[in-house]
């Protein structure tokens, strides 16, 4: 074969040998394929997604309250006479003719100081906090992923050295074995060798165990065994100082930020426990059937406040402001008990960071 024959057939062979590696490349599962597939299997993530949903519902139920109530209601009734017929009476046993009312009912709480809005701002940051707890869950998530990848990556180069490594040796021992029997080494040397042996094969037995642990963990956080793995991409860009790294985290790190939903709720629920000390003004429209003679249609108008409650409602403010100095402590302890956090979020659950995200 001529030079000049040559050189296309070589051009060719190379062509295709890289085709073959971009096929095999393209074939590898990549980091990211890695985390869509972990955020798709994750039980834990539909969990709290339910628990958000579960959330967003109460905030409709405290909606409802602000709004009013109708109801029907129906009534049938036939009556009997037992005594026996006279001259004064007609009454001969005989049942008397059957009788129906019905009634639309319908009642409204028209002002209680500002309980139900209460009730509903409570419900709507605790909704903030789950969104965030979410967050906080799918960031866990995906951390797990990536470590697992890298787990399974690292092990397996782990397992592909050290098996090289024994190859290695192998090849030390025969050759220091075949210069023990033609003499020029001693019966030291060959064991020196055999021992070297059987470390490198303790080290890759350790190895094979480490990547099986990999594999098993891969499986749980991405829902499948990893087969052939790209290599990791780059880190991405870090802050410059550690400093910048915390006023990052204390800004935005939804553990922070459920904390300070937490803190707001709590707060609005130290007002909610003083407010039950207020009255409440209720209307009621009862609309009967034009049909029934004997009703009337009628709008009463009633206020109420409790007086003496045997202290439920005193044992009740106690426990909001426990319940608020705790939602404070678990602020203070989510920012590193710096206290940083814990300033951005005490003015007021309308100055809270992310405040404005209403529902």
């Known amino acids: ?30 980091l990211a394929d890695a985390l869509v597939s972990a955020y798709k299997v994750s039980h834990l993530l539909e969990q709290n997604r339910a628990t958000l949903r579960a959330a967003d519902e109460d905030v409709a139920t405290a909606v409802s309250a602000l709004r009013p109530v109708a109801k029907w209601g129906a009534e049938f009734s036939r009556s009997r006479c037992n005594m ?8 001969d046993g005989h049942w008397d003719e059957l009788s129906a009312t ?14 139900n809005r209460l009730t509903v701002d409570i419900q709507k940051e605790t909704v903030l906090a789950t969104r965030a707890a979410l967050l906080s869950t799918e960031q866990d998530v995906l951390l797990s992923a990536v470590k697992a990848y890298a787990d399974a990556k690292a092990t397996a180069e782990q397992v592909a050295i050290t098996e090289n490594s024994v190859r290695v040796i192998s090849e030390q021992l025969k050759a220091a074995q075949d210069r023990f029997d033609v003499g020029e080494v001693t019966k030291t040397d060959v064991s020196q060798a055999e021992a070297s042996l059987a470390g490198a094969r303790a080290s890759l037995a350790a190895a094979q165990g480490q990547y099986k642990a990999a594999r098993e963990a891969y499986k749980a956080v991405i829902g499948h065994y990893p087969e052939r793995l790209s290599r990791l991409p780059k880190a991405p860009k870090l802050p410059k100082t550690t400093a910048e790294a915390n006023a990052t985290a204390l800004r935005l790190h939804p553990v922070i930020k459920q904390a300070q939903h937490l803190v707001s709720a709590a707060d609005l ?38 007086i003496y409650s045997g202290g439920a409602i005193a044992s009740a403010n106690r426990k909001a402001v426990a319940n608020r100095d ?34």
């Open 1 to 30: 074969m001529t030079r000049r024959q040559f050189k296309p057939l070589l051009l060719a062979t190379v062509a295709g040998l890289g085709l073959l590696a971009g096929s095999l490349s393209a074939s590898a599962e990549t």
């Open 84 to 91: 026996p017929s006279t001259f004064l009476t007609s009454c």
């Open 102 to 115: 019905m009634a639309l009912t319908l009642d409204w709480t028209l002002f209680d100081f500002g309980r």
């Open 269 to 306: 629920g130290v007002e909610l426990a003083f407010a039950q000390h207020l009255p409440t003004v209720t209307g009621e429209a009862q609309l009967a059937d034009p049909k029934d003679t004997g009703r009337k249609s009628t709008l009463t108008l009633s206020i109420g406040q409790p």
């Open 326 to 359: 705790k939602a404070r402590a678990g602020l203070s302890q989510a920012g590193g008990g710096s206290g940083a956090g814990r300033r951005q979020c005490l003015c007021r659950h309308r100055c809270l960071p992310g405040a404005d995200q209403r529902l």
